[in-house]
Nanobody
Framework: QVQLVESGGGLVQPGGSLRLNCTFS????????MDWYRQAPGRQREWVAD???????NYADSVKGRFTISRDNTKNTVYLQMNSLESEDTAVYYC?????????WGQGTQVTVSS
């Protein structure tokens, strides 16, 4: 069974940076496309970025130029480097793994951007 564990969240001041990590286990990581989503209080969960098994990356317009998604297949980990953070980036960030019809979610990690 695939398991995803996010880490790296926390409290950061506006303009600061954080790197989120999502560690994958239970299957062959290289086969999976990986996504980051986020959910702010009172709002629907929204897609942030993805990286495919063939290393293609895509970003939501709201984070383009500030966030970078990457993966290390030797460590079964996907990362989200977040720079120039804004208060609007405050949310719980979730990692998702997908392969054909199979989808798996992590438990989320809280990111709070506040002075």
């Amino acid at each position: 069974q695939v398991q995803l564990v996010e880490s790296g969240g926390g409290l950061v001041q506006p303009g600061g940076s954080l790197r989120l990590n999502c560690t994958f286990s239970g299957s062959l990581f290289t086969f999976f496309d990986m996504d980051w989503y986020r959910q702010a209080p009172g709002r629907q969960r929204e897609w942030v970025a993805d990286i495919t098994s063939t290393w293609i990356t895509n970003y939501a317009d709201s984070v383009k130029g500030r966030f970078t998604i990457s993966r290390d297949n030797t460590k079964n980990t996907v990362y989200l480097q977040m720079n120039s953070l804004e208060s609007e980036d405050t949310a719980v960030y979730y990692c998702k793994a997908r392969h054909y019809s199979s989808t798996y979610w992590g438990q989320g990690t809280q990111v709070t951007v506040s002075s």
